[in-house]
């Protein structure tokens, strides 16, 4: 397969960005898109430029750190993959092929396509969590929790931060991504005690951070590799209203 | 240097850990708050370790590779964990799980270390639970169980096909509670390059910011190795792509001691290798063999039709497949090990039978369909179903998925006594970057159990225990000779290296690097081909020291140069791996050398000249490494043969 790659370059967070365009031949469609992009980088180097940065570890769907902006959507035109799982097959009948970063406030381009996402980290770390430290604690049995429950936890917890639900937002909104471990914590019985103080602080960091507000369009759910649902929204906000109306912790 | 002393405490195997626990030294509250700690690496091991040690008290710095701790590869284990808790009533204890891990290892790892970390297996599941990590449960709302290779018990936890995912944010979470609490310092996107040594103690390391290219210096009372495992050496791998021994190889350096380095694990269930493009191999988890039946053609016509796409496997009948490992032993069946389960698969490709391009078999789940339902193993495996369709573009439920043996993991590492100290005092190694627990091969399911054992539940007081002799030491400057000299180092290798300017990319080296690795020091190995490895790999050394081509500068973000700097470490520890191998005349666990064996084609270990640990000590560039012995002593267990017919 051939194609014709729009790639966005920016040499650092200062610098002027501008899209360059490169021509690749030759490609299996049962090449992945990072490997077509190795394939590419590999030329580049033969040519003694600088590769194309762009940031990826497992290859595997499950660390995250994959995420390209591809012809306009979060991962590129696969459903319910990562931009690592995205192979060239998926791209039968098109020419050109164009790669963003994420493109979001938050989140500023480090070089080319690589993005600081560490504003994620920094709403994990207002709370969430279960403020316990190691040791001491109950057998696993002590408390049964609902299977129904718990695989309810697990579908909110396979949230694997990548920020695509960010990136496919108008609004640069992180509701998805705040909703889906406010309610993974808040549906088992361990999370339960601080689900009214961590509900609210996640919110006001992720306000404080620059993510929008959620305006129901549900690009994220979309978009999303792991197929995380916009109820995890819904529960967020209910959340939040209830520890703002009954709970007697406020931040 | 030092001697090899184990330091394992005495009395009976189950009360060491009690005993040492009991007796060691403790760092009072104000006094933690004086001592420093930097942690490497922000898996399992190195963000429980972190986490655990910050809530103590001590002043935590962790080391990050990438953008966030949550990307560690510790995140894309699947199948689960072990712990003995006996919830199934089948027979489980820690003796058990103890005696199967040491079995599992071909009885190539120390006792003491295996006991324990037995022993504290159960607290980690509570630590997960209490977490809010959730855990697979039965419809009364108990944690459920299910079965992995190597043991006939079902003692293995999990959360669908994705415990190392909900394992590792269940230890990042604790971590970012530290780092909240201020206990913990995060640096993410610098990678380590090399070890400060001062007066014969670790005292701190040199990083290099991976997005501007500075070079740093960080000090402390002591560091932990937490940065994984070097299955990359082998180029296709299982690992992640920013997975690297490169750390590990300059603390060996430095004067740590690498043990068992030949000690590789080839997982049986990988999604065979397609093309040169290649860049990397995906594991389908061990859990499937819990339902999946492996087999190949019992006509090698029939898999040759197949190979010529004459032939679909689905319509070869009943009789006519051959279900090798349930034949070959019976009593385990498709759960053997994975060293075994590897090798048969190779034995019966070798021989013509394999399937796909010919270096495949069958995983089937079409029995498991029939006798569950479709909904049954979705729930269970649906992850990995999804996973592999997407790589292979076949549907799973349809067709039997078609796997073959990849590296995955290694069993070697820094070598280190019970405190998990290696033999430069303050450094200490956990998680994969050690060698202590599996031996000559890993269980399933037991590598989650051995990073978190060690973070959360070991390091904390053996750490403190070390520490405790440190109240008084002061604080080391950074403008201290030996930083200025370590970094200055660290500079002129950087600059050497982008002075090359040669012919060859770095992945065109890495690819060759493995090429010989896999075909010469792989799976089968034989004194012949690593004799012939010995001098490849020295003149692959050769050459990317006078042709690799690193574009771009070293004031910026440049991939290019940071995989180059890994690449120089890999092809050395890859020359100490070929040595080990040869050295080691007999077959145990993953490593099986093809002049070793029995008249039925199994591995034959030779417990008189090798029941060892085979450490090895740095002597200088240009200067052979020497091997020194640890002797193995198995005091309470009773050595045996594997069998696992």
């Given amino acids: ?251 | 240097m030092s001697t090899l002393d184990s330091k394992i405490p005495e009395g009976q195997l189950s009360e060491k850990w009690t005993k040492y626990k009991s007796s060691q030294k403790l760092v009072n509250p104000a006094n933690k708050r004086k001592l420093d700690v930097i942690v490497v690496g922000t898996g399992l091991a190195g963000s429980s370790a972190a986490a655990s040690l910050g809530a103590l008290g001590f002043n935590v710095k962790i080391f990050c590779i990438s953008d966030s701790p949550r990307r560690a590869h510790s995140i894309a284990a699947q199948g689960g964990i072990n712990a003995a808790k006996n919830y199934q009533n089948d027979g489980d204890s820690v003796e058990r799980l103890f005696n199967d891990t040491i079995k599992g290892g071909d009885y190539r790892a120390r006792e003491a270390n295996v006991y324990r970390l037995a022993e504290v297996a159960n607290s980690i599941i509570d630590q997960g639970v209490a977490q809010g990590i959730p855990f697979a449960r039965d419809y009364a709302g108990l944690l459920d169980n299910r079965s992995f290779g190597g043991s006939q018990v079902s003692r293995t936890f999990y959360a669908k096909g994705q415990t190392g995912q909900q394992l590792l944010l269940g230890a990042y979470s604790a971590l970012s509670k530290e780092i909240k609490a201020g206990t913990v310092e995060m640096y993410e996107r610098k990678e380590m390059m090399d070890l400060v040594v001062i007066d014969g103690q670790a005292r701190g390391i040199i990083t290099r910011d991976l997005q501007t290219g500075e070079l740093e210096r960080w000090s402390s009372h002591a560091v932990v190795m937490a940065t994984g495992g070097y299955g990359n050496v082998y180029f296709l791998s299982t690992n992640a792509m920013e997975c690297n021994g490169s750390a590990a190889v300059q603390c060996y350096h430095k004067g740590a001691m690498f043990a068992n380095p030949c000690f590789v694990q080839i997982h049986p269930t990988c999604i065979p290798v397609k093309g040169d493009y290649q860049s990397k191999l995906t594991l389908m988890s061990e859990s499937l063999r819990n339902d999946g039946r492996i087999w190949v053609p019992k006509n090698i016509e029939d898999s040759k039709a197949i190979r010529e796409g004459k032939l679909n496997p689905t319509s070869i009948k009943e009789e006519d497949r051959d279900y090798y490992l349930e034949r070959r032993y019976p009593a385990f069946g498709n759960l053997v090990p994975r060293d075994i389960a590897s090798r048969a698969a190779k034995e019966r490709c070798d021989a013509g039978y394999g399937v796909g391009a010919g270096f495949a078999v069958y995983l089937d789940f079409k029995t498991a369909i029939e006798r569950l339902g479709r909904d049954k193993i979705q729930e269970r495996y649906g992850n990995l179903f999804q996973m592999y369709e997407k790589i292979v573009d076949v549907d799973p439920y349809e067709n039997p998925m078609m796997i073959y043996p990849a590296v995955h993991y290694t069993m070697g590492g820094l070598w280190v006594d019970y405190d998990l100290q290696t033999t430069i005092p303050g450094l200490f190694a956990t998680g994969e970057a050690n060698f202590s627990d599996h031996g000559a091969n890993r269980l399933g399911a037991s590598a989650l159990m051995q990073g978190l054992a060690d973070g959360y539940f070991i390091l904390p007081y053996t750490m403190q225990n070390f520490l405790a002799d440190k109240i008084h030491q002061p604080r080391v400057s950074i403008e201290n000779k030996e930083f200025e000299q370590a970094e200055k180092d660290v500079r002129t290798k950087l600059e050497s290296i982008m002075a090359i300017k040669g012919e060859k990319t770095v992945d065109t080296l890495q690819r060759e690097l493995g090429h010989i690795m896999w075909e010469y020091v792989g799976m089968g190995r034989n004194a012949e081909k690593l004799t012939k490895a010995i001098p490849m790999l020295a003149a692959l050394r050769k050459e990317f020291w006078s042709n690799v081509r690193v574009t771009g500068d070293m004031t910026s973000m440049n991939p290019e140069l940071a995989k180059a700097l890994r690449l120089a470490d890999h092809i050395e520890l890859s020359q100490v791996m070929a040595k080990d191998a040869l050295q080691r005349e007999e077959s145990c666990g993953g490593h099986y050398r093809e002049e070793y064996v029995t008249d039925e084609g199994e591995a034959r270990r030779d417990d008189e000249k090798f029941m060892f640990v085979g450490v090895w000590e740095y002597k200088g560039e240009g200067q052979e490494p020497i091997m020194h012995k640890e002797e193995l002593n198995y005091e309470f267990i009773n050595v045996q043969q594997r069998n696992y017919k």
């Avoid at chain 1, 967070?13 to 190795?38: H, V």
């Avoid at chain 1, 709370?127 to 001491?136: A, D, I, K």
């Avoid at chain 1, 306000?207 to 916009?230: H, S, V, W």
């Avoid at chain 1, 967020?236 to 912790?249: C, D, G, H, P, R």
């Fill in chain 1, 1 to 251: 397969m051939d194609f014709t790659l729009k790639i966005w370059r920016q040499e650092n967070q200062k610098a002027k960005g501008r899209f360059e365009t490169y021509k690749i031949k030759d490609i299996s469609p049962d090449c992945s898109f990072l490997e077509m992009l190795d394939i590419l980088n590999e030329s580049l180097v033969d040519k003694l430029s600088h590769p194309v940065c762009f940031d990826n570890d497992c290859r595997e769907g499950i660390c995250g750190m994959c995420g390209l902006y591809i012809n306009g959507r979060p991962h590129g035109p696969d459903d319910a993959v990562t931009t690592c799982q995205l192979h060239m097959r998926k791209f039968e009948g098109v020419d050109t092929i164009t790669i963003e970063p994420w493109r979001a406030k938050p989140f500023p381009v480090i070089r080319d396509l690589v993005v600081d996402r560490t504003a994620l980290d920094k709403m994990i770390q207002e709370g969430g969590y279960v403020s316990v430290t190691t040791g001491g604690i109950p057998d696993g049995n002590a408390i049964p929790i609902p299977k129904h429950k718990a695989d309810q936890a697990m579908d909110s917890a396979s949230c694997i931060g990548c920020g695509a639900c960010i990136a496919a937002c108008k609004n640069a909104s992180a509701m998805l991504f705040v909703g889906a471990k406010v309610t993974q914590l808040a549906l088992l019985p361990q999370g339960k005690p601080e689900a009214a103080i961590r509900v609210q602080k996640m919110v006001a960091k992720m306000d404080e951070l620059g993510f929008g507000n959620c305006t129901n369009t549900y690009a994220c759910e979309a978009e999303c590799p792991k197929e995380i649902k916009r109820s995890n929204i819904s529960r967020m906000n209910l959340e939040f209203i209830l520890a703002k109306i009954v709970s007697e912790e406020t931040i």
